[in-house]
């Protein structure tokens, strides 16, 4: 008898845990869950707080997709005007599909994203953001964080799960840097160098912080003539230069970024203005034939400017 009240008893049990275990799994109306849920986290952008997904698989990050391969990631369209895009990134991105740069809506629905990131407020077009919200959860970088390369990647390490890896990344970039640098100071000493963008008929001047300007310059150590030293404080837009300004230009070294199908390539270096700067009568004249790279802040692009630049002065 005494068994087999033991036997009811431990029937009971079982039955409590297994009506517990079931009403668990049962949401307020009744309604079973499953652990399939897609996992989130809370974060704060340029908006204030953001609930994102913990692992999204489907990002869009328009002009954001250096930090995403750099990461091992994959976006779910990239960047693109017309049929321009980040050339550099090719060799991943190669078969991933174009999106206009301006995210435009209808193919934004198309592309399914996960999650929708911008560099910044200003990139989002025509004050859309709410629509966005509404095909995906969206996360807007704040100005400083997206100009910050390297703080620009840890906040994509956080959003997409691989904050370690973009710990190892930022730390074997400066590593590669610190190298760099020691072989160019004994290659060319304090001897100074420039790079100027040529894109159609204009010339830009890269100020000393301005994408692999900021590179040369900060990253290497390389001295900046005294004209770059002159030029005002980099803002957002890029301010030309005309082509007569650049007679003051006083490089050792010169970096021309730019296609080689460029008519303002062809009229610099026909001009005697060209001819008589300080770099090309010692023979110290660069062309960069991929401007896409130079003209970008991101780890892969930076790396990549940093081996044609230690390439070129060291040669």
């Known amino acids: 008898m005494r068994s087999q009240?033991?036997?009811i008893g431990a029937i009971?049990?079982?039955?409590?845990?297994?009506?517990?275990?079931?009403?668990c799994g049962k949401n307020e109306n009744g309604a079973e869950e499953t652990n399939n849920a897609p996992k989130?986290?809370?974060?704060?952008?340029?908006?204030?707080?953001v609930t994102i997904p913990s692992e999204p698989k489907r990002i869009l990050a328009p002009y954001l997709e250096d930090s995403l391969v750099a990461l091992d990631v994959t976006p779910a369209a990239q960047w693109s005007i017309g049929t321009t895009v980040l050339e550099y990134l090719q060799s991943d991105l190669q078969d991933v599909p174009k999106i206009g740069w301006d995210l435009p809506l209808e193919q934004t629905i198309k592309a399914q994203p996960d999650l929708i990131i911008f560099s910044s407020a200003g990139s989002i077009q025509n004050g859309q953001y709410e629509e966005y919200k509404k095909i995906a959860p969206t996360y807007v970088?704040?100005?400083?964080?997206?100009?910050?390369?390297?703080?620009?990647?840890?906040i994509m390490g956080k959003i997409t799960g691989k904050e370690k890896l973009a710990t190892e990344k930022i730390a074997q970039y400066e590593e590669k840097t610190k190298n760099a640098s020691e072989k160019i100071k004994k290659a060319i000493g304090e001897e100074t160098a420039a790079l100027i963008w040529i894109a159609g008929d204009k010339y830009y001047l890269?100020?000393?912080?301005?994408?692999?300007?900021?590179?040369?310059?900060?990253?290497?150590?390389?001295?900046?003539p005294e004209m770059v030293q002159k030029l005002p404080k980099a803002e957002a837009a890029w301010q030309p230069i005309s082509l007569e300004s650049l007679s003051g230009l006083d490089a050792d070294h010169l970096f021309l970024v730019s296609k080689p199908e460029e008519p303002g390539l062809s009229k610099l270096e026909q001009s005697n203005i060209y001819k008589?700067?300080?770099?090309?009568k010692k023979g110290h004249v660069y062309k960069m034939d991929d401007p896409s790279h130079w003209t970008i802040n991101g780890l892969i692009a930076n790396e990549l400017s940093i081996d044609r630049i230690e390439e070129s002065l060291t040669k």
């Open 5 to 7: 009240k033991k036997y």
């Open 40 to 49: 989130q986290i809370t974060i704060t952008d340029a908006n204030g707080k």
């Open 141 to 154: 970088y704040k100005d400083q964080d997206s100009a910050d390369w390297k703080k620009q990647l840890e």
């Open 206 to 224: 890269f100020e000393n912080t301005r994408f692999a300007a900021n590179v040369l310059y900060n990253d290497l150590g390389v001295s900046q």
């Open 276 to 280: 008589g700067l300080p770099s090309v």
């Open 12 to 23: 009971a049990a079982l039955l409590s845990i297994l009506l517990l275990a079931s009403a």
